[in-house]
């Protein structure tokens, strides 16, 4: 396996678009998450699916935000209505269903809005 | 609140000084405490998980230790392919890994 896939790595929108990441986890974690990163900064938690099911999501996600996870396998990210201060790099993550086992990242999708 | 803090924010060593890298938190009832490296446009790379206080991990030039209060990632003889950012983290109490990052050390090894 090779590890969390993440596409596009790089995207430039223009303020207003819509934009939308694709995340394929590690083929045997049930759970999935998405991260936002700025610079300077670590990590800040957005959203955890478990299987297909969208347990939890946080204050950070606006309802501009929305991710889906169909099937349990593959996850997405839209961002609609882009705003500059979306300009981020966002992390997908897997892990395994054993609690608080490590999660692992991929390699991000950098996002600028111009 | 759930905090972690890391400590010092940048670091530049020549090769070969070795030093160490704090990471102190406030989590209420550790559930594991995680090392990343994070090289300059790319993900976290996972390096080390330490779940109980007297725990080590090693990892060639690295080996990470946890108290109750904080952890250290002490860099043995670094070489200028260590340069990274250095993040750790620990997760909330839900059950899954919703994880709160410090803001991470650079760390700048000089040949």
């Known amino acids: 396996d090779t590890g969390v896939s993440q596409n596009p790595r790089h995207k430039i929108t223009k303020r207003g678009q819509n934009v939308t990441f694709r995340c394929d986890p590690i083929s045997e974690h049930n759970r999935l998450y998405w991260y936002r990163q700025t610079l300077g900064q670590g990590p800040e938690f957005l959203t955890y699916?478990?299987?297909?099911?969208?347990?939890?999501k946080s204050r950070l996600l606006s309802d501009r935000f929305s991710a889906e996870r169909p099937k349990g396998s593959f996850s997405t990210l839209e961002i609609q209505r882009t705003e500059q201060g979306d300009s981020a790099m966002y992390l997908c993550?897997?892990?395994?269903?054993?609690?608080?086992?490590?999660?692992?990242f991929g390699q991000g999708t950098r996002l600028t809005v111009v | 609140e759930d905090q972690v803090t890391q400590s010092p924010e940048a670091l530049r060593l020549q090769e070969g000084e070795s030093s160490s890298l704090n990471c102190s938190y406030t989590?209420?009832?550790?559930?594991?405490l995680f090392w990343y490296r994070q090289d300059p446009g790319k993900g976290p790379e996972f390096l080390f998980t330490?779940?109980?206080a007297g725990e080590e991990k090693e990892k060639e030039r690295l080996k990470a230790t946890l108290t109750k209060k904080e952890s250290f990632l002490h860099i043995t003889a670094p070489k200028p392919e260590d340069s990274a950012t250095y993040l750790c983290?620990?997760?909330?109490?839900?059950?899954?890994?919703?994880?709160?990052f410090g803001t991470g050390t650079r760390l700048l090894v000089s040949p």
């Open positions: 330490l779940y109980s």
């Open positions: 989590v209420s009832g550790l559930r594991g």
């Open positions: 993550a897997s892990s395994l269903l054993q609690e608080y086992t490590e999660a692992f």
């Open positions: 983290a620990a997760p909330m109490n839900t059950g899954f890994q919703k994880l709160v």
């Open positions: 699916f478990q299987n297909e099911a969208q347990l939890e």
